[in-house]
């Protein structure tokens, strides 16, 4: 079985208590592990993968918390640094559909330092790399780079999810649509909201948005639905794949669910090339996708409500 590098930000959600309030108003808050990419490491390693984190949290009792929550998952931190500065907390409020609003505190997870020994370990294994906070500047942004340039020279499969947070962007949409085109071109496997392919693309049509992705150079595309499932896309099929049916009360980590569990199939292939032209394989994986995926909107918080192996095969 192959290894997932997930890079990005891992950081604390202080999740307002009352679902429906805005942030303005709310007084009670809990504190949750979040940030997209650890949530994937978290995925895949409560579905039995192999996942290694790779984020900076700070020298303090919530980055220790962080930490305990990836480990205590399985998931493997041995990449993962601590820094001075305070760890990234952000706001979070649910509405009563469960669609999260949030703000931010940047911290540590800016910190994190390019480490050279990771280049042999990626070496054909798997890189997943979330955007949410590291296309924002800061040592992260470089060492994100360095990490990815080092996994395509290793012969790593690439996945790439751009997790645009419009609130972190706000005029600057044109800046991460720019940042966002060598991960783009480069990915074997990319994961995009409907939101995100338009905006990526300029184009509102789905098939339209794909042919961009393709174009630019992603291989193998995942659109995600909500309820409606998945878009497929490779360079010779689209094909979109329903999900099944739940009743959601939170839908954070949803799509981190998803990638995650399509990521610890790829990983359990001999080679990952293997699911380049197979589109049979790729559906029945993005099948399982969805289910990981829907399961996770049917509890509140991210990384509790991700399912294990067996929960995933006994829904049908
Ligand atoms: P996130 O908010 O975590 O970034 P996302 O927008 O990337 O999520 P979603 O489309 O919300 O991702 O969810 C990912 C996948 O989970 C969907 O493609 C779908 O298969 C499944 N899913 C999500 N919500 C539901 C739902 N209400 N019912 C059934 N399946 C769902």
Redesign the pocket.
Known sequence: MKHVFCIGELLIDFVAEKQGSDLSKADLFTKKAGG?PANVACAIAKLGGNSKFIGCVGKDPFGTYLLNVLKDNHVDISFAQRAKTFTTLAFVSLSEEGE?DFVFSRGADKELKYDSSLKKSIKDNLLHLGAATALLGGDLEKAYGRYFFDALTQGAFISFDP?FRGDLWKEEEHIFIKKCQPFIEKADLG?F?LEEAQLLTGKNDLNECCDVLHEIGTKIITI????K??LLSTPEIKKTIP????T?VD????????IGCLLQQIAALKEAEEVFGNIDMLAEMVKN??KA??I??TNYGAIPSLPTKSQLLAIE
């Open positions: 997209a999260r997790n994961k909201s995600t639905l909500g309820n499932g998945t999900s099944v049916s739940v959601p839908t954070t980590g949803a799509g981190d669910a998803f996708a969805n995926g829907a996770t909107t």
